[in-house]
């Protein structure tokens, strides 16, 4: 199972980015999704999950009503539409997997199974 993070960059303070993250071996349709993030020097945190159904999808406080997680099942592919960005979203940003038949969002990082790369994300003020 692979999972590829891409989109990441600089932005300016209030702009916007797209992450993607792109699956293979993975039988996407039964997974949970998550994307995480880990700011210099402090853990990685939560950010937002999406279930099989993609009708359920929890967000972290400090991104909630700015960012959304979306998924399409036929490109095995989960986004993260990031818009009002600040200086404190900068991270690396981690897409994760959950092989799972449930109705399950999954909101700890030891709960998944499989980790993409990471994609930079820097927010200038």
């Known amino acids: 199972v692979q999972l590829q993070a891409s989109g990441g960059g600089s932005v300016q303070s209030g702009g916007s980015l797209r992450l993607s993250c792109t699956t293979s071996?993975?039988?996407?349709?039964?997974?949970?999704l998550g994307w995480f993030r880990q700011a210099p020097g402090k853990e990685r945190e939560f950010v937002a999950s999406i279930s099989r159904s993609g009708k359920t999808t929890p967000y972290s406080d400090s991104v909630k009503g700015r960012f959304t997680i979306s998924r399409d099942n036929a490109k095995n592919t989960v986004y993260l539409q990031m818009n009002a960005l600040k200086p404190e979203d900068t991270a690396v940003y981690y897409c994760?997997?959950?092989?799972?038949?449930?109705?399950?969002?999954?909101?700890?990082?030891?709960?998944?199974?499989?980790w993409g790369q990471g994609t930079l994300v820097t927010v200038s003020s």
């Open positions: 071996g993975l039988t996407f349709s039964r997974a949970a």
């Open positions: 994760a997997a959950k092989s799972t038949i449930l109705t399950y969002f999954p909101m700890r990082a030891e709960e998944y199974d499989y």
